[in-house]
């Protein structure tokens, strides 16, 4: 979706249970997210140093931070935008042809994603200049 904006970016809520044993959250394919789940995988232990810094030409996320908080930093090639994600109930929802940043992790942070794709390195624009010509700018 050469397309996209930072505009089809959106925080949305995931399902919570509470009782007295704590929290339960359930994300279901096709009722609380838009694609097929093919992947997951989870980022900890992040150094200082900033994750991200790509898009992806077909994939779509779901990123959460389980524990802790992340900024994820969302670019169309003209505007930016960052989402602070803190909140285990809360998900940030990324089509495919936005550049994404992540910074400032907390200690102890986990950020998990949900993918629409397996792995495939094609894929993945990891040039910004490469991600303008994309964009068609």
């Known amino acids: ?3 996209t904006t930072i505009d089809d970016c959106r925080i949305i809520d995931i399902r919570k249970y509470t009782d007295n044993r704590g929290y339960l959250s359930v994300i279901e394919e096709g009722l609380d ?3 097929e789940i ?3 995988y989870y980022l900890y232990l992040v150094p200082e140093a ?3 810094a790509h898009a992806h030409k077909k994939l779509q996320q779901l990123l959460i931070a389980t524990s802790g908080s992340v900024d994820a930093i969302m670019d169309d090639g003209q505007n930016k935008k960052t989402f602070h ?7 940030l929802l990324i089509p495919s042809g936005l550049w994404r940043d992540l910074e400032n992790f907390s200690g102890g942070a986990v950020l998990m994603c949900l993918a629409s794709e397996k792995y495939n390195a094609d894929d993945y624009i990891r040039d910004y200049k490469v991600f303008l010509k994309f964009k068609g700018q």
């Open 1 to 3: 979706m050469k397309h």
């Open 33 to 35: 997210i838009p694609f």
């Open 38 to 40: 093919k992947r997951v």
């Open 50 to 52: 900033a994750r991200g």
């Open 85 to 91: 994600l803190d909140k285990p109930w809360k998900g």
